[in-house]
């Protein structure tokens, strides 16, 4: 679970998200944390950290969709290409942790 840990203190000491691809790799950190941010208040608050720079990148550059840019579009489509690598490795380290701490 070292990858996803590493990902997700490099994210939280940021005051905001820069581009696409870390909003995208931000979305599937946040999303494979759920599963053990449960039980460990630690990780509860980072993944909260981070969920609040998602929001707030979301914000500022999709809330508005007349100012939405086909750039814009065409940057996140290759943001998910370029995480889906990641996110299969998050997934595997996931379950991983899980397996080894019996979690459900």
Same mark, same amino acid.
């Given at each position: 679970?070292?990858?996803?840990?590493?990902?997700?203190?490099?994210?939280?000491?940021?005051?905001? #998200?820069? +581009?696409? #691809?870390?909003?995208? #790799?931000?979305?599937?950190?946040?999303?494979?944390?759920?599963?053990?941010?449960? +039980?460990?208040?630690?990780?509860?608050?980072?993944?909260?950290?981070?969920? +609040?720079?998602?929001?707030?990148?979301?914000?500022?550059?999709?809330?508005?969709?007349?100012?939405?840019?086909?750039?814009?579009?065409?940057?996140?489509?290759?943001?998910?290409?370029?995480?889906?690598?990641?996110?299969?490795?998050?997934?595997?380290?996931?379950?991983?942790?899980?397996?080894?701490?019996?979690?459900?």
């Amino acid at each position: 679970m070292e990858n996803i840990l590493l990902e997700l203190e490099n994210f939280i000491s940021k005051t905001q #998200l820069d +581009n696409e #691809l870390d909003l995208e #790799l931000s979305m599937v950190i946040n999303k494979h944390l759920r599963l053990i941010s449960k +039980n460990n208040k630690e990780l509860k608050q980072k993944r909260k950290t981070l969920i +609040n720079l998602i929001t707030n990148y979301e914000n500022k550059y999709w809330k508005d969709s007349t100012k939405i840019t086909a750039e814009q579009i065409e940057e996140s489509l290759k943001a998910e290409e370029l995480v889906k690598e990641k996110n299969n490795i998050y997934k595997k380290e996931i379950n991983e942790y899980l397996k080894n701490n019996k979690i459900k």
